[in-house]
């Protein structure tokens, strides 16, 4: 996809990765971006910066999330692109308490659940639309430290994946953003990255470059840091050395 004259909203917008993506977008010739997010400030600072429109929202409300794709095609007409990339992370395994993890599941997959729900049967009758869905390269590996994270961004990949399979012929296009450790405020206080951070500390707008590539590649996964397409297919290859290997990993983190 060329971004050239396209309609665009991304969640998550007002700040890290998704700020990056307004910004890029823009760049790349965008005709409207609809900046969504928790953040109201910060959406009406970023929609400023890129010439576009301001929508505060909270993606766990799946009604809001419907209105907010009916006023963005009302007064904008059909949505070209729909970045799921708002998402929130969560130190811990099964002791992370249940709010935590309803809270993290809804933002991380839930919202990507909703969002389809509303808009692909609109994309498929108009013949196709793109979305690009922010998982991570723990969605297709792991975090160390968190399960909440680990278990809803594989989530995340598989439900992409799922849509491209089932409406691809359809017209629907999707890419899974996947990077490891990138400096924004989820990162925030790592000064490395932490343990993600094992291959280097990325920039947002580094990453935001690697999407408008890979939206125009039409690739499945986009995968900014390129270490991750060999580490996918060491797990696969071996998955009980791929296992060893973190939990060499885990003890490392655990010393520090
Ligand atoms: N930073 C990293 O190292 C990294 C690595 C891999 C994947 N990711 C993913 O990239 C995406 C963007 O993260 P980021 O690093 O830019 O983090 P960030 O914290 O800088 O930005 C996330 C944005 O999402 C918004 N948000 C959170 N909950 C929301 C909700 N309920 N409704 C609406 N907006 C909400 C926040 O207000 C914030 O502006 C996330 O999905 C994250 O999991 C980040």
Known sequence: MQLTGKHVVVTGGAGGIGEALCEAFAAAGAARIV???LDGEGTERVAKAVGGVAAPLNVRD??????????AESD????DLFCSNAGIGIHGGPEVDDD???????VNLMSHVWLARVLVPRMLARGGGYLLNTASAAGLLAQIGSAPYSVTKHAAVAFAEWLAITYGAKGLKVSILCPQAVRTAMTAGTEDGGVAGVDGMMEPDEVARSVVQGLADERLWILPHPEVEAYVRRRAE??????????????????G
């Not at 935590?100 to 809804?106: C, S």
């Not at 296992?243 to 490392?252: E, K, V």
């Open 76 to 79: 904008g007409g059909p949505i």
């Open 100 to 106: 935590g993890w309803q809270a993290i599941w809804e």
């Open 35 to 37: 900046v969504a997010d």
């Open 62 to 71: 799946p009604e809001a999330l419907t209105a907010m794709v009916e006023r």
């Open 238 to 255: 071996d998955p009980d050395r791929w296992i060893a290997g973190m939990q060499r990993l885990q003890a490392r983190y655990e010393g």
